[in-house]
């Protein structure tokens, strides 16, 4: 495919590559901000008259012709040079393997290169006409600020990580001085042979054959540097490792055992046949989200994992990893539970919004911390209402897909006192909350992003009540009736008021009066403008719970006439834009290092989620798909950005969220799974498709059952391969 940006980097371990070829450059993945720290990559071919490189380095002489290609757990690039038909291929992977927590984090990166000789010239180039091509291919890593020092077979890299908090308003950086970590990795020799500081291999090719492969590893073993309330915590990997020496014995001893692994895991998630477009998106949003982990272990032995919001760097912000739920319900539940059992440690008490009459309630923080830092929320204002309800969605999910039920027990008061503030939140007693109601999609009009009584946050209120409900049941409690009534009165009046001829409207208030506008802290009033648009975000809150099975009580004709109006009248080159409404007056909203505005802004995750809800309902838009990697290369091909999750303004980039595409392959196929009840539901939106179910793959032994479609006798069929 065409030079874009793309990188790797191992999960929770700080260690990775990307990679920017269209520039010439290449940054290594570290403690730091995106995209990392400037190296170059000097990977090529030497002849006896030339040395030719790819375009990782500022080196002048380049392949002339040059590919890439990416898969789960790797990136690749590739050049050919015409005159001797040599085509080389450097192949960038890690340890990947769901569920395999001690092999994911391994703090290994590996560096392939491979070299063959075509067996023909290249396109019409005359070339050499010799029986055999001799030379070497090479590798050598090279920057301002590496030294780079033998020790025995290896190489020792020594550099500065540096940490600078990047402005963002509402923080004072000066809090946080910069940080200089003193790295001390190393760079093993897996295959090959050392000369004159670079790794080498030599080759002598006739036409059709290929040479020896290069191989080498870098390998890390850091300090502690997340500070996790108030401890430094150490990198999991410590609980594996003892010293770099022991991942060095590890890296070399296990190269080939990496390599298999990746080929299995990379063929079960191209399991499917969505189309190349699908390909491409999971596999660039994996690797974005894989740059934003962080995974150390506190004091009493807890795992800890967190992902960075990728250009933003808070930590694990709740409305951002619900979004990335499918990816976690079907491919790593685990990493779910973590977190689900981090957020509680950053609730606040409910008074602070809404007076003291609901003292004994809580509200959940955006985000659990910022750069190195896991002691508090960042942001500068609350998502009260949205937070909540993702948090206690999540919590049903995970119990209901996994049947793991230790969870909701140990956090059943917290669960419980996040519903009772939702409640609260509804002043006018109609379902629909009408304070706390700031989200999000905070480069929106102020209908979309912070307007009263939202439909938006109305649904995922109400399903997040439903599903509070449930967990409560279960759990044995009683005095269960205001939660069911609330959910009625919810359903109601979306049904009654909100619906309108041919969708739902934005919001139910039509003024601004009494809204607090939560970057200036000012109390607003007038016209709320574009309160009845079209937009995508009504279905937004069903997705999570489709995966489980909840029964949906929604008018089903209703949510699929909105998403697909809503669709007619937002759908631009990239994907749709949050709503119809288009502010024709000039936008200045400007908020360091967090958001923009613009009048047609999108984002594609929350596309991707209005395509899951529609398949769900037996809408097909996977097409769609084609235009959000349209964009990823749009941008990617220009400057290195790695997932850009907002199109027409705002600067979300090597931004985590775009792995809600790995939810196509569960909405394909109409798929619920709830563990708990035993149930499992399957209802294909097209025929002739076969698509893996992930929560069902052993990525070890690389099977995984896979579900065809077809149609017969006027229905869509269905067949499980396993």
């Known amino acids: 495919m065409q030079l874009m940006g793309d990188g790797i980097a191992v999960l929770g371990s700080r260690l990775g590559i990307v990679m920017d070829p269209v520039n010439r450059k290449a940054f290594l993945v570290r403690h730091g901000v995106h995209p990392g720290i400037p190296i170059e990559i000097k990977a090529g071919i030497k002849l006896k008259d030339r040395t030719v490189f790819l375009p990782l380095t500022s080196e002048k002489e380049y392949f002339d012709f040059t590919d890439q290609s990416s898969s789960a757990c790797s990136i690749s690039l590739s050049g050919i040079d015409p005159e001797t038909s040599l085509h080389l291929k450097l192949i960038i992977r890690i340890p990947f393997r769901p569920g395999n927590f001690e092999f994911s984090t391994t703090p290994v990166i590996y560096f392939d290169l491979e070299v063959d000789r075509l067996s023909s010239q290249f396109r019409w180039t005359e070339g050499t006409t010799e029986d055999f091509v001799s030379g070497s291919i090479f590798l050598e890593f090279a920057g301002e600020g590496f030294k780079f020092t033998q020790k025995n077979d290896d190489s020792e890299v020594t550099y500065q990580s540096k940490i600078v908090f990047p402005a963002v308003a509402g923080i004072d950086v000066d809090d946080f001085p910069p940080v200089n970590i003193s790295s001390a990795d190393r760079l093993a020799a897996v295959e090959g042979y050392r000369k004159d500081g670079q790794l080498q291999q030599d080759f002598k090719l006739a036409r059709g054959r290929a040479g020896k492969r290069l191989s080498a590893a870098w390998c890390i073993y850091d300090e502690p540097v997340l500070n996790v309330l108030g401890e430094k915590c150490p990198f999991y990997y410590t609980t594996v490792f003892s010293n770099i020496n022991e991942v060095?014995?590890?890296?070399?001893?296990?190269?080939?055992?990496?390599?298999?692994?990746?080929?299995?895991?990379?063929?079960?998630?191209?399991?499917?046949?969505?189309?190349?477009?699908?390909?491409?998106?999971?596999?660039?949003?994996?690797?974005?989200?894989?740059?934003?982990?962080?995974?150390?272990?506190?004091?009493?032995?807890?795992?800890?994992?967190?992902?960075?919001?990728?250009?933003?760097?808070?930590?694990?912000?709740?409305?951002?990893?619900?979004?990335?739920?499918?990816?976690?319900?079907?491919?790593?539940?685990?990493?779910?539970?973590?977190?689900?059992?981090?957020?509680?440690?950053?609730?606040?008490?409910?008074?602070?919004?809404?007076?003291?009459?609901?003292?004994?309630?809580?509200?959940?923080?955006?985000?659990?911390?910022?750069?190195?830092?896991?002691?508090?929320?960042?942001?500068?204002?609350?998502?009260?209402?949205?937070?909540?309800?993702?948090?206690?969605?999540?919590?049903?999910?995970?119990?209901?897909?996994?049947?793991?039920?230790?969870?909701?027990?140990?956090?059943?008061?917290?669960?419980?006192?996040?519903?009772?503030?939702?409640?609260?939140?509804?002043?006018?007693?109609?379902?629909?909350?009408?304070?706390?109601?700031?989200?999000?999609?905070?480069?929106?009009?102020?209908?979309?992003?912070?307007?009263?009584?939202?439909?938006?946050?109305?649904?995922?209120?109400?399903?997040?009540?439903?599903?509070?409900?449930?967990?409560?049941?279960?759990?044995?409690?009683?005095?269960?009736?205001?939660?069911?009534?609330?959910?009625?009165?919810?359903?109601?009046?979306?049904?009654?008021?909100?619906?309108?001829?041919?969708?739902?409207?934005?919001?139910?208030?039509?003024?601004?009066?009494?809204?607090?506008?939560?970057?200036?802290?000012?109390?607003?009033?007038?016209?709320?403008?574009?309160?009845?648009?079209?937009?995508?975000?009504?279905?937004?809150?069903?997705?999570?719970?489709?995966?489980?099975?909840?029964?949906?009580?929604?008018?089903?004709?209703?949510?699929?006439?909105?998403?697909?109006?809503?669709?007619?009248?937002?759908?631009?080159?990239?994907?749709?834009?949050?709503?119809?409404?288009?502010?024709?007056?000039?936008?200045?909203?400007?908020?360091?290092?967090?958001?923009?505005?613009?009048?047609?802004?999108?984002?594609?995750?929350?596309?991707?989620?209005?395509?899951?809800?529609?398949?769900?309902?037996?809408?097909?838009?996977?097409?769609?798909?084609?235009?959000?990697?349209?964009?990823?290369?749009?941008?990617?091909?220009?400057?290195v950005s790695l997932f850009f999750e907002t199109f027409y303004g705002n600067n979300l980039c090597f931004y985590p969220r775009g792995i809600a595409v790995f939810g196509y392959m569960e909405a394909s196929l109409g798929f619920s799974y709830d563990k708990v009840e035993g149930n499992q539901k399957l209802s294909p939106v097209r025929d002739l498709l076969e698509v893996a179910l992930f929560v069902f793959a052993d990525w070890e032994k690389g099977t995984v059952p896979v579900v065809k479609s077809s149609f017969k006798n006027g229905v869509i069929e269905y067949d499980i391969l396993k």
Not at 303 to 327: A, I, L, M, N, R
Not at 389 to 400: D, E
Not at 479 to 499: D, H, M, R, S
């Open 248 to 639: 060095c014995k590890w890296a070399v001893e296990n190269a080939e055992n990496v390599r298999l692994s990746a080929n299995t895991v990379d063929g079960l998630f191209a399991k499917h046949n969505l189309g190349e477009a699908v390909n491409h998106l999971m596999r660039h949003t994996l690797h974005s989200w894989l740059v934003n982990t962080w995974m150390v272990v506190r004091p009493d032995g807890q795992k800890w994992f967190s992902v960075w919001e990728g250009s933003c760097y808070f930590h694990s912000t709740v409305d951002v990893e619900y979004t990335q739920s499918p990816f976690y319900l079907s491919v790593w539940p685990e990493l779910l539970e973590l977190q689900l059992d981090e957020w509680p440690f950053f609730g606040k008490n409910g008074s602070a919004v809404l007076g003291e009459d609901v003292e004994n309630t809580l509200f959940l923080s955006h985000d659990i911390g910022f750069m190195t830092e896991c002691t508090r929320q960042f942001y500068p204002h609350e998502m009260e209402v949205e937070e909540n309800s993702n948090y206690i969605q999540l919590a049903y999910a995970y119990w209901r897909r996994t049947g793991n039920d230790s969870l909701i027990r140990k956090h059943e008061s917290f669960i419980t006192q996040l519903m009772d503030f939702i409640i609260a939140c509804d002043t006018t007693g109609n379902g629909i909350p009408d304070k706390g109601c700031a989200n999000t999609i905070d480069d929106a009009s102020p209908a979309i992003q912070f307007g009263s009584e939202q439909v938006y946050l109305g649904v995922k209120a109400m399903t997040s009540i439903r599903a509070g409900f449930e967990i409560l049941k279960y759990l044995g409690k009683s005095g269960l009736q205001k939660y069911t009534e609330f959910v009625e009165k919810a359903v109601n009046t979306i049904e009654t008021t909100a619906w309108l001829d041919d969708h739902y409207a934005v919001t139910l208030s039509r003024t601004l009066d009494g809204i607090l506008n939560p970057w200036s802290g000012e109390m607003m009033k007038g016209e709320l403008e574009g309160w009845d648009a079209y937009h995508i975000y009504t279905s937004n809150g069903l997705v999570p719970m489709e995966m489980v099975g909840m029964k949906n009580l929604l008018d089903i004709t209703r949510i699929k006439s909105d998403i697909i109006n809503s669709l007619a009248h937002t759908k631009g080159k990239y994907g749709s834009r949050h709503t119809s409404y288009v502010d024709k007056k000039p936008t200045d909203l400007f908020v360091p290092g967090l958001a923009g505005s613009a009048p047609q802004v999108g984002w594609v995750s929350m596309n991707m989620f209005r395509d899951m809800a529609a398949a769900y309902r037996g809408v097909d838009l996977f097409s769609m798909a084609q235009n959000y990697w349209d964009w990823q290369c749009t941008t990617n091909s220009q400057n």
